[in-house]
């Protein structure tokens, strides 16, 4: 039997099939180590032994050849042959040979053989068609010979064929020709339009021939160097310029033509050229960033003196990726005629993309008290617009005061000097040039010292004011302070000297000045038309009336330009001027007149009656040639009352009168001047109003200089009345100046060009010129857009703006006012709606339309402009056009219904609502949430009070079709279910708000972080429970409703699992506790392990972890010493374990968790755990578990509690109902139900059987099941509970508690009296790790059905697709399916499935003819079929084993030195009396493994011979038997309901369920391959399975192959022991046997069961194996 098994075996190698492939057969004799005896033995090993050698071989070649093909591309290895795989000649030409060698190397460590087949063609020649022969690690060359005849490609091949396989290696030889390299795209970098992107690219010529090119290309894209020729391997660089006109992603392929001349481009190639062109943009920055109102950024200089100049700057800045070339221009119109004020050095520039360029700018004022506005224009290259810049800067004029403004010398005697000090203070930022209006040189009785000079900003000068009286009269002059650039203002000083009055002189000075402000006010004069008239003296025709002027003087200014040719004693010069009086009382007329004057006046005095003239005579006389004069001569006016006599108590009049002359001789040169008025171009507001300006002559010599304005040089200054300028002449001191005040009033006939007013410097041809600008012009104001203004469609009530701008085009100030029709006040308003526009400025008005009607309007609104000067006076009126549409707008969400994603309680999350507005108007709202928590059981909070809703912006606007996000945040303050109606209402212009419209509504859920026990499944001890018992074990119901609630206060102390307390066992914060009961299995018995499946079902990530005492970070035995844990929590560390302690899971995520409990120390165990949820609950879970004696009987009970499936009432045939009691011992048990309940109960109940157990007594085999049948049958609507002792014969006795409910109506819902654990259960939806195959459903409800009836479910069985192994699968049908009436049938009941595969099941139930409520559990074990295989392996090995030890023995030496020592049954049973008798001195200890094999501790037995230790090593040699896999269980709950036929038709379902898509006779067909071996290996099964069930109960067989085990024989030379104290036994053959100790003959039993099972299986196998070929 051993040889022809393995010449099968033999035969079979290099197939697959039972034994897999050749290493699988090296597993199978791999036992085989030495040769005993000559036969099958050592064919056996040879055959192992060259099967392995070539494995190994084959194993290396791929190895080495998947190496080599991964590492490199040009050699590579076939058939343990490196070598090129093709051989390729480039660059030939015709009439040559071009030879290369193939090498190729044996890498293997064998010799091999191939068969080499040379190329077909005539044009590759090799050697001949040959075998090779090389030697391992050697090399062979073959030479390969290319010879062309015509210019084409040539292909050929070589083939070399080897044992199993061949290859080939190509020959190609391409034709040459011309290739061009190109790249196959070229990006350009990113452009603005107008501009250019440059970047560059190579092309190469890859051929071995000269080639000309040319690429074709056409704008934006311009290539350099478009033509040429190229090399042999000559690369050349090209430049791509991109220069795009538009916006817009341009790709052009431009091609490359080439060929063998430059008129022969046949070939072409072409690279796609890519760039995108974008509109550039250039933003203007100022200093600080501040923009006006028509949103145009603002360079402010702030205020400065005329004639300084004040620096800033401005960035131009580059946000766009690309450079920017720009220019800078100023914007046309309004440049004043003095020019611009301001100054910009930068033109233009380019700016690199992310970088800034600082410009320069400056302000020049040139005109006081004015300010200027001008723009910038910023232009960029490609630009559709420019950007502007506004200038905008104040000119600041001195503002000067005097301190006191005037003095009173008092009686001073004639000829005595007083002097008297006077501040002159400037509160400007500006300096101040002033200049006193008087004769400081001896002309007056008055002097002030300086008489002219500056002062600095904020600060003051003193003056010193000197009185020299000649006579006793009194002195009263009013003296003018000319400031320079103080536009229209001027300082007087009072002083007064020798008043006799009695009156003080202020008093006096404050009447006549309130008299003479008076009368100023009527007439509309001024303190610079007081200076005026003053020096005037009443030539001016802006002079006021005679009333108010008490003395005129013509003329008041005398030049003396005599030609002298000598200087001739008492020579003197007159001029004649009169003076008239306008008093109506007697004046006396007093000049003062110097000594060393060269200036009098004749008479010195005289008396001038009223309204009457007298004459004088201005004299000159000089008494030095060649030189210059000039004098302002003094007159005081007094008047005469009554007498003769002057009033002293009166203050006297003052007149003045200019003089200058000469005395140079004829031919005498005079001395050239050097002086300039400043400014020489003097310009006025185009206004017809009296405007003063002021000129300055400066006087740079060393010597003085005379000046006059002769008018009669221009003949248009001498027309125009209007303009004067004072004074008409004087003598400008050395280093001096003199201040010109410039009045005039301009007209609309004013020359353009300007007046020019002539200045005669020291009488001779010295001229300057002045030229002023005097004209008016009218107002000139632009409105934009030609002035209209179009406003969009406008909800009614509510507003719309809109820019319109406006700019002052003329050289004046203008004011302007809007002026809107009282019908259309409310309907559209500007603002601002009146203001004043400097000279070239613009503004931004902001137009609002508030329509009220849904219609269009057209309005009809005007801007009146009027000179600052006259504000009530329109001297321009503009119209505006304004339309705009009044229109009903709406909004309305996308989503009526927005359902959000669970939130985590106090997390936040934003919540966008999409709006869209559908009307043509801009709508402005205001959004509102109305909240309302959906659940009932919640508790009141005040932190619910305040909406969890919160929107970032409550006013919303949105234009008109479009769509805008309204951003919020939901913040849960507790856990509920939110619902938010949001509504909107419209803002209107007044601010109001309209009524509240729905816009949608928002639903959303706060939620703790939580999980969810979907799973359950149980292996070890646990493998044989069902899902639904394992559910009420672990309490899973109870948990995942406690996991359901909110966390309380205390469980949130710590959000996340981590050490929080110094104990062990960590502060329990929670009430909530569930009970995991891992039931209980006998000592030594497999873990009871369980897998949970742990989802996350809402959308925020879980992070849990189940929380041990270990976990609390500190040391055991520290806290064994304290206290704190004893040591039998130390060892509970090791019962208990959980795989993984912690994780976390995302959405819908599911994670394994592993649960296992060892039995290795018996009694019960308890051990808290807390699971931790972070941010959620804390959970205690209480783990139990029991170990239980081997030879204790135990029933354990999942709950104390069991409740029935409610009854009807009157129900004649109540179901029966099922209780499962489990036996947990390694023992068979007899229970018994105590029956005295049942009585007690049907005496309580008037006789009636409430409660009723079918089985009430019975016997349940080890770690088995007992199905109890009861029959409830209530009397009352109401609940019933029932305590029934449960006992153990001879052993303990359990009560539990049965409740049932009865309820009225038969017909109510009979879903609704299922229990609680049944209905909550979750079915398995992913298989478990480690889980090959998984059920398409875990249960099956059958429903209601009736009795007797068939009912059938279709179910699937599908095989992992990652899994590489076939299995095997076996249904496993209840006890009670094998009784008289068959319960469950399933089609088919075994078979096997490959990866991937789905199999097709039909589960049938058949219902008995009492009604049941079926809770059936039903198994469907899978097994590998690797697995069997090896175990099969494994058993047929065994049996060889033995056979072959009944046939070989071993001697070792003919003279043995030691004799060789056997023990007889007598021996072997001593040693072993001996070694328990010894082990029985020590007390037991716990077992220090879980192994059930743990019987012998060798390193115990120290006084032990060595026969009976050589004896022991013997048993322990006893090879054992191979165990068979374990099976993966896969559990299926059945239930269903059966009821007696219904009384009614339609009640019930009908009772066959059988699939409609199935006929009832049809048979299912599964989802497998149809063969016959299948059915064969079916057969070959069952048959084997049945034998070996009938070989293991037959106990007579047993007993036979104990007593032939017994007497094994041994060979022993030397006579057997004389030792004849053993008795002797005789069996019933009369045969002698020994007696042997009941622990060898147990061990022989089992090892000659096990052999024998292993030589039955590895036939089934052979069997297997020959039906499968």
């Not at 009072?494 to 003479?516: K, M, R, W, Y």
């Not at 400008?732 to 020019?756: C, K, M, W, Y």
């Not at 927005?898 to 985590?904: A, K, P, R």
Request: with cysteine; hydrophobic share 35%.
């Amino acid at each position: 039997m051993t040889s022809a098994l393995c010449l099968g075996c033999s035969q079979s190698l290099g197939k697959t099939g039972f034994f897999g492939d050749k290493r699988e057969m090296w597993k199978v004799f791999g036992g085989v180590r030495s040769v005993r005896v000559a036969g099958t033995a050592m064919m056996i090993e040879r055959k192992s032994k060259q099967q392995r050698d070539e494995a190994r071989q084959i194993e290396r070649d791929h190895t080495a050849e998947f190496r080599h093909r991964n590492a490199s591309t040009q050699r590579s290895i076939f058939l343990g042959f490196e070598m090129e795989i093709e051989l390729v000649w480039d660059n030939w030409d015709l009439g040559r040979e071009f030879p290369k060698v193939l090498i190729i190397k044996n890498t293997r460590a064998t010799l091999q053989r191939l068969l080499f087949r040379p190329p077909l063609s005539t044009y590759f020649t090799s050697l001949a068609r040959q075998k090779l022969v090389v030697k391992p690690g050697a090399s062979f060359s073959i030479p390969v010979t290319f010879k062309p005849v015509n210019r084409c490609d040539y292909d050929d091949t070589i083939e070399f064929q080897g044992s199993n396989d061949s290859f080939q290696v190509s020959l190609r030889a391409p034709a040459p020709r011309h290739a061009i390299q190109a790249p196959e795209s070229v990006p350009l970098p990113l452009c603005a339009v107008l501009h250019a992107a440059r970047t560059t690219f190579t092309f190469k010529n890859v051929s071995k021939l000269y080639t000309f090119f040319r690429w074709d290309y056409s704008p934006p894209f311009v290539l350099s160097q478009d033509q040429g020729r190229l090399k042999p391997g000559q690369e050349s660089t090209v430049t791509v310029t991109f220069n795009p006109q538009e916006a817009l992603v341009h790709e052009q392929r431009v091609s490359c033509r080439f060929g063998p001349r430059a008129d022969e481009l046949e070939s072409c190639c072409s690279v796609l050229l890519q760039g995108q062109a974008k509109l550039p943009y250039l933003e203007l920055r100022t200093p600080t960033d501040h923009q006006g109102s028509d949103r145009v950024p603002v360079l402010d200089f702030g205020g400065a003196a005329v004639g300084h100049t004040l620096h800033s700057h401005f960035e131009i800045y580059n946000p766009s990726p690309f450079p920017v070339c720009f220019s800078v221009s100023r914007l046309a119109g309004g440049i004043p005629l003095l020019g611009s004020v301001f100054g910009c050095d930068m033109t233009g520039a380019e700016v690199a993309p992310g970088a800034s360029l600082k410009a320069a700018a400056r302000f020049t004022p040139s005109t006081a008290k004015s300010t200027s506005v001008e723009y910038l224009s910023l232009l960029c290259k490609g630009a559709i617009s420019a950007s502007l810049l506004k200038l905008t800067g104040r000119c600041i004029g001195p503002q000067v005061m005097l301190s006191p403004p005037m003095v009173d010398f008092g009686i001073v005697e004639p000829g005595q000097a007083v002097t008297r000090a006077v501040r002159l203070m400037n509160s400007s930022l500006a300096e101040a040039v002033f200049q006193w209006d008087m004769d400081c040189s001896g002309n007056s009785v008055f002097s002030i010292q300086p008489p002219g000079g500056i002062v600095p900003p904020q600060s003051h000068i003193t003056l010193k004011v000197t009185y020299k009286p000649t006579q006793s009269l009194p002195h009263y002059r009013r003296v003018a302070c000319l400031i320079l650039h103080e536009v229209g203002d001027v300082v007087f000083l009072d002083i007064v000297g020798n008043c006799h009055a009695l009156t003080p002189f202020e008093q006096l000075l404050e009447e006549s000045s309130d008299d003479f402000k008076t009368q100023q006010e009527a007439d509309g004069m001024t303190l610079m038309s007081e200076y005026f008239r003053s020096n005037l003296c009443g030539k001016d025709p802006q002079s006021p009336p005679a009333p108010l002027l008490l003395l005129s003087i013509a003329p008041n200014e005398f030049v003396f330009n005599q030609k002298l040719f000598s200087l001739p004693e008492n020579l003197i010069f007159q001029k004649p001027m009169l003076v008239t009086s306008h008093s109506k009382v007697k004046l006396r007329l007093e000049w003062t007149s110097a000594p060393d004057s060269s200036f009098s006046v004749v008479p010195q005095f005289c008396e001038l009656p009223p309204l009457k003239s007298t004459s004088f005579r201005v004299t000159y006389s000089t008494k030095q040639l060649n030189s210059l004069h000039g004098a302002q001569l003094e007159c005081f006016a007094y008047s005469m009352a009554d007498s003769d006599q002057c009033d002293t108590s009166a203050l006297p009049y003052s007149l003045t009168v200019r003089a200058i002359a000469h005395s140079f001789e004829p031919g005498k040169k005079h001395h050239v001047p050097q002086c300039s008025p400043e400014p020489r171009l003097v310009e006025f507001p185009p206004v017809n109003v009296a405007l003063y300006r002021s000129v300055l002559l400066p006087n740079k010599s060393d010597l003085p200089l005379t000046f006059h304005l002769n008018p009669e040089r221009d003949q248009k200054l001498a027309k125009a009345a209007s303009l004067v300028v004072v004074p008409g002449c004087g003598l400008i001191p050395p280093n001096s100046h003199q201040i010109l005040s410039v009045r005039t009033v301009p007209t609309a006939d004013g020359p353009a060009e300007g007046f020019h007013v002539q200045l005669d410097l020291n009488a001779a041809k010295y001229t300057e010129e002045l030229t002023i600008i005097s004209n008016t012009e009218p107002p000139c104001v632009s409105l934009e857009d030609e002035g209209k203004v179009h406003l969009p469609p406008t909800a009614l009530h509510s507003s719309t703006k809109r820019l319109h701008c406006i700019r002052n085009l003329s050289r004046q100030a203008l004011r302007f006012q809007w002026r809107i029709p009282e019908d259309d006040w409310g309907l559209i308003s500007a603002e601002p709606d009146a203001g004043v526009l400097n000279p070239n400025e613009s503004l931004a008005l902001m137009w609002s339309f508030t329509p009220s009607e849904e219609k269009t309007y057209t309005f009809k609104p005007s801007l009146a402009i009027s000179p600052m000067q006259f504000p009530d006076v329109v001297n321009l009126q503009l119209p505006l056009e304004v339309t705009g549409r009044g229109c009903v707008g709406h909004v309305q969400a996308k989503e009526v219904l927005l359902e959000v994603n669970d939130v985590m309680v106090r997390n936040s999350q934003a919540i966008s609502i999409a709006v869209t507005n559908n009307s043509p108007c801009t709508i402005s709202f205001c959004v509102t949430a109305e909240q309302t928590l959906k659940d009932k059981e919640l508790v009141h909070n005040p932190n619910i009070d305040q909406c969890a809703l919160q929107f970032h912006n409550e006013r919303v606007t949105i234009v008109s079709n479009s769509t805008v996000l309204l951003q919020s945040t939901f913040t849960p303050p507790v856990k509920a279910q939110y619902q938010w109606i949001i509504s909107y209402q419209k803002i209107n212009a007044n601010g109001s708000m309209s009524p509240a419209t729905f816009l949608c509504e928002v639903r959303a859920k706060g939620v703790y972080p939580t999980i969810q026990m979907t799973d359950v499944r149980g292996s070890g001890s646990l493998s044989q429970f069902s899902k639904m018992h394992l559910w009420t074990l672990l309490s899973l119901d109870h948990l995942n409703k406690l996991l359901q609630f909110s966390p309380c206060q205390p469980e949130l102390t710590h959000s996340i699992p981590t050490k929080h307390s110094l104990y062990s066992i960590p502060s329990v914060l929670t009430k909530a506790s569930v009970d995991f009961n891992f039931s209980a299995a006998p000592l030594n018995s497999d873990l009871s392990t369980f897998m949970l499946m742990l989802c996350n079902p809402g959308i925020t990530p879980v992070e849990w972890a189940f929380l041990f005492p270990e976990d609390q970070q500190l040391d055991p035995e520290f806290l064994a010493e304290t206290g704190e844990l004893s040591t039998t929590e130390l060892y509970q560390k090791k019962v208990f374990c959980v795989m993984p302690r912690s994780g976390q899971l995302r959405f819908g995520q599911q994670r394994a968790v592993k649960f296992t409990y060892s039995h290795q120390y018996l009694g019960k165990d308890r051990f808290p755990v807390l699971l931790k949820i972070s941010f959620g609950r804390e959970i205690m879970l209480n783990f139990q578990g029991m170990t239980v004696e081997v030879d204790r009987p135990y029933l354990h009970f999942a709950s104390d509690t069991h409740v029935f499936d409610s009854v009807a009432i009157g129900d004649y045939n109540p179901p029966k109902q099922m209780y499962v009691l489990h036996n947990r011992g390694a023992v068979p048990l007899q229970y018994e139900v105590d029956r005295a309940v049942f009585s007690r109960v049907r005496e309580e109940n008037f006789d009636h059987p409430v409660l009723r157990c079918l089985n009430p007594e019975g016997e349940i085999a080890a770690g088995g099941v007992a199905v109890l049948q009861w029959i409830f049958s209530p009397l009352e609507a109401k609940l019933y509970q029932i305590d029934v002792p449960v006992r153990i014969l001879n052993g303990e006795s359990t009560t539990v508690t049965f409740e049932g409910s009865g309820i009225n109506c038969r017909l109510q819902d009979l879903s609704s009296s299922r229990t609680s654990a049944e209905s909550g259960l979750c079915w398995q939806r992913a298989p478990f790790p480690e889980q090959p195959t998984f059920l398409s459903e875990d249960s099956a409800d059958f429903g209601a059905i009736t009795v007797f009836s068939k009912s059938s479910k279709r179910l699937f069985l599908k095989h992992d697709r990652k899994s590489h192994d076939i299995v095997c699968y076996e249904w496993v049908l209840p006890p009670q399916n094998s009784r008289p009436q068959k319960l469950l049938d399933i089609i088919p009941s075994e078979g096997r499935l490959s990866p991937g595969q789905i199999v097709h099941f039909v589960l049938t139930l058949f219902a008995s003819e009492y009604p049941t409520n079926y809770q059936i559990d039903i198994i469907c074990k899978i097994t590998s079929e690797a697995a069997l295989r090896h175990y099969n392996e494994d058993v047929q090995h065994m049996e060889e084993q033995k056979e072959r030890r009944k046939h070989e023995f071993t001697i070792t030496d003919k003279t043995p030195k030691e004799k060789k020592v056997v023990l007889t049954e007598k021996e072997a049973e001593a040693v072993a009396l001996r070694h328990k008798a010894f082990l029985n001195q020590y007390k037991t200890l716990p077992a220090i493994c879980a192994s059930r094999d743990c019987h012998i501790a060798p390193t115990l037995i120290t006084n032990v011979t060595r026969a009976e230790r050589r004896a022991l090593r013997a048993l322990a040699k006893v090879p054992k038997d191979p165990e068979p896999p374990k099976p993966c269980l896969l559990h299926l709950w059945v239930t269903a309901q059966s009821h007696a036929l219904p009384e009614s038709p339609g009640q019930l379902e009908p009772p066959d369920t059988r699939p409609k898509d199935m006929d009832k006779t049809q048979s299912p067909i599964p989802f497998t391959e149809k063969s016959s071996s299948a059915q064969c290996r079916d057969i070959t099964s069952d048959m084997f399975c049945s034998m070996l069930r009938d070989i293991v109960e037959d106990a007579a067989l047993g007993k036979k192959l104990l007593t032939i085990a017994s007497t094994p024989e041994v060979y022993n030379p030397t006579p057997a022991s004389s030792n004849k104290a053993a008795a002797e036994k005789t069996d019933k053959e009369g045969r002698k046997v020994r007696p042997v100790r009941p622990e060898v003959v147990d061990l022989v039993k089992e090892e000659c069961l096990s052999t024998t099972f292993q030589s039955l299986a590895m036939a089934s196998a052979f069997a297997e194996f020959l039906v499968y070929f």
